[in-house]
């Protein structure tokens, strides 16, 4: 089992290094860069402005510096262009850019913010308790009710209870998070009916006056609406998988052998069906968890007004924040392949008959 982990461990530097090699050419192929950015700001256009030409359109006229082309240049001084393109380091080739931005990353230094002038490892750490928030405490609560609502599926299938929650389920995940997110401020943050619960943030004004219990009721208090929304639009899929997991293992010859030697059901269902079934689920949480933590909240923080790591990349992505697109890429990148790393070791915890080793050879 160790030389598999070392050998997935290795594996990471090139999987790593495709994913930015990647993303690093469809970026330079994206339209309306900094420096157009910087130069509409400049001539009083607005930055997005640009179009699907990919530069900034307004001036009439286009200037050439170090190899590029700008419309909308007109009027601005050569030398100031060129020492924009080196303010932002475009003044370099992209592949001599790519192999700075390597050397950088292998020292773990990610460079600093083009829109906020901040270094994008301290904006991380900042957004990284609203993350962390929404994606710990929704994923947990999604796997305490989708197991045990899938094993009792499961158990009943075909009776009223799995058809009325199989409905109840399909319509929860047919419904956006972000619209039961809307409906939630509606009904219960003073947009037409009651005010029971705060409307943005992660805690109130006044929350380092409060004591300590104080302060986490606080917390959970802001926590209910966006981490509800979260878990309406997510637990759905869990649900069907696990359900569909132990009727599977159930109609096993194994489960009707342990029937037969006396058991009761429920020393069948947890003694011997729930190891096996359970296998799918655990290889599955840490994309569930990543896909909540990193993408799923994205529009859950716009609603709710929390300043998170989704919200982050997405703004970063439209002001062309090349530092903050990669640098959160590859910290992105770098959890995910750690989790599915951590996932296939948990399957051999659950069922030490799994060995990765032997069948890799």
Not at 33 to 45: C, D, H, R
Not at 56 to 70: D, K, L, Q
Not at 297 to 302: A, P
Not at 316 to 327: A, E, H, K, L, T
């Amino acid at each position: 089992m160790l030389a598999y982990i070392l050998r997935r461990l290795l594996l990471i530097i090139p999987t790593l290094l495709g994913i930015l090699l990647i993303n690093f050419i469809i970026i330079q192929a994206a339209p309306g860069g900094p420096v157009e950015q910087m130069i509409a700001k400049l001539e009083g256009f607005d930055a997005a402005s640009g179009g699907a030409t990919g530069r900034v359109s307004g001036g009439g006229g286009e200037v050439a510096v170090a190899g590029s082309t700008y419309r909308g240049a007109q009027g601005l001084d050569p030398d100031l262009i060129a020492e924009i393109e080196r303010m932002y380091g475009f003044d370099k080739s992209a592949p001599e850019r790519f192999w700075i931005m390597l050397k950088n990353y292998a020292q773990l230094d990610f460079g600093v913010s083009f829109a906020r002038d901040t270094q994008v490892i301290d904006l991380i750490i900042e957004k990284m308790p609203v993350s962390i928030s929404l994606g710990l405490w929704s994923t947990l609560i999604t796997y305490l009710i989708s197991i045990p609502l899938g094993i009792a599926k499961a158990t009943r299938h075909g009776s009223a209870f799995d058809v009325w929650t199989s409905s109840a389920i399909i319509i929860g995940y047919a419904i956006p998070a972000f619209l039961f997110a809307i409906l939630m401020i509606v009904l219960f943050a003073g947009g037409s009916y009651w005010d029971w619960f705060p409307l943005r943030g992660l805690t109130s004004n006044n929350f380092d006056e409060l004591s300590l219990g104080g302060q986490i009721l606080d917390y959970f208090w802001h926590l209910v609406l966006p981490v509800t929304a979260l878990v309406i639009g997510n637990f759905a899929t869990l649900t069907l998988l696990t359900k569909n997991s132990f009727l599977d293992e159930i109609s096993k010859q194994y489960v009707i052998t342990a029937r037969a030697k006396g058991l009761s059901n429920h020393q069948v269902l947890y003694g011997h069906v729930f190891r096996n079934a359970m296998l799918i689920i655990i290889a599955g949480f840490p994309s569930a968890f990543l896909g909540i933590f990193f993408t799923g909240s994205m529009l859950i923080e716009v609603v709710f007004s929390l300043d998170g790591l989704g919200l982050l990349g997405f703004e970063s992505i439209v002001n062309r924040d090349y530092p903050v697109v990669f640098g959160t890429l590859f910290i992105f990148s770098l959890f995910g392949l750690l989790a599915k790393l951590l996932s296939d070791v948990s399957y051999t915890l659950v069922d030490p008959r799994i060995d990765f080793d032997s069948r890799e050879n």
